[in-house]
């Protein structure tokens, strides 16, 4: 007798500036799971967060899969309710595991991860705290501070306190960190509304702006370092496993937005060229790093490396990170061994028996 399949639900987009980077993640990891043995293991149910929050069935999250972008206004069906959860589509009680692929607020800090929790549903990647503390750079870099990991020179920042054009908060700011510097909101992701500051001038603008986005501001040291990147896999009854290395390469000032997600604009090398002291290095603190916030299942953590003085400090953390076909993780995981139709199942079992454990009086996050 053939098993019934896993009834999968991958949820995508949301109300977050990383709706359409959700979309193209989503499109990826769908394909993976129809991929070879997974398409007989798994029934796959897709399901959107429209970019106001409102949760649609199969029917419009197919479409927008099959089109790549946001879903537009004569595809919602109307009239459209108000914005925000209103209740679960239809399908969405017979999901067995859920595999979010949500980028930013209302997705990926710990949100949907309690209404999974609540409805005691399995669901791939890091529980409330990890995903909450994973999320906010402000709580992320007390984390990493409490364990001991090496870091820039940063300071935290109020959006009050940002928008005020206070005098002693610019004096203090150029004092502890110098230029350049860079501005970011604490809470969210793909280098959205983060900008670099090499003046008093450019140091206000870029407080105004994080603070339009976010009320938790960090601004960070700039640093002369090369940017390489890890991925972690495993957690709760699995050890923690992390990957090669990987560099991001590009020609721009910054890796911002536009050269994150723009052909052409930056490059990758897999693996990283480094000593193999520094990617051992590397390798142990991606792990230190996740148990530092409480992450499991995936994420991908990122590191500066001064090549001149060999010093290595830890950048953050990302807790769902991106799966589209420049996105590291995927990669850097195809590069270890695992191939993403592979990799994917993995996440997906891991999340099932995680939750078996837990169910069952286990430990749990």
Not at 187 to 197: E, F, H
Not at 279 to 289: K, L, W
Not at 343 to 352: F, H, M, P, T, Y
């Amino acid at each position: 007798m053939t098993p019934t399949p896993i009834a999968v639900g991958l949820i995508f987009g949301g109300a977050s500036g990383e709706h359409a980077v959700s979309i193209r993640s989503a499109a990826t990891v769908a394909a993976a799971v129809r991929d070879g043995e997974n398409a007989s293991s798994y029934a796959l149910h897709c399901f959107y967060i429209d970019p106001e929050g409102r949760w649609w069935g199969a029917e419009l999250a197919d479409a927008v899969l099959r089109q790549g972008s946001p879903a537009r206004l004569e595809q919602l069906p109307q009239p459209l309710p108000p914005p925000g959860f209103r209740g679960l589509p239809a399908g969405a009680l017979e999901i067995d595991v859920w595999l979010p692929v949500l980028h930013g607020p209302n997705g990926e800090d710990g949100t949907i991860q309690g209404l999974f929790t609540l409805m005691q549903v399995p669901y791939v990647g890091s529980g409330v705290l990890g995903s909450a503390v994973g999320m906010d750079k402000q709580a992320m870099k007390a984390a990493f501070a409490a364990a001991g990991l090496p870091q820039v020179p940063y300071a935290c920042v109020s959006a009050s306190a940002a928008t005020q054009n206070d005098d002693a908060l610019l004096d203090q700011l150029e004092s502890q960190l110098g230029y350049p510097c860079f501005v970011k909101p604490a809470n969210l992701g793909s280098s959205v509304g983060i900008s670099k500051a090499t003046d008093r001038a450019s140091l206000q603008a870029g407080l105004k702006l994080a603070a339009a986005l976010d009320p938790r501001l960090v601004v960070e040291q700039g640093v002369t370092a090369r940017e390489l990147e890890c991925a972690v896999r495993g957690g709760g009854h699995q050890p923690l496993q992390a990957s090669v290395l990987g560099e991001i390469c590009f020609e721009a000032d910054w890796y911002d937005y536009e050269t994150k997600y723009s052909e052409g604009k930056s490059h990758t090398v897999i693996p990283a060229l480094v000593p193999e002291a520094v990617a051992e290095r590397c390798r142990a603190m991606a792990i230190e790093a996740c148990e530092a916030v409480g992450a499991m299942g995936l994420s991908r953590v990122d590191f500066f490396f001064c090549e001149a003085s060999g010093e290595l400090w830890l950048n953050e953390i990302n807790t769902l990170p991106g799966f589209t076909s420049q996105s590291m993780y995927p990669m850097l995981w195809a590069a270890t061994g695992v191939a993403l139709p592979t990799l994917v199942r993995e996440l997906i079992e891991g999340a099932r028996q995680w939750h078996l454990q837990v169910s069952s009086g286990g430990p749990s996050t």
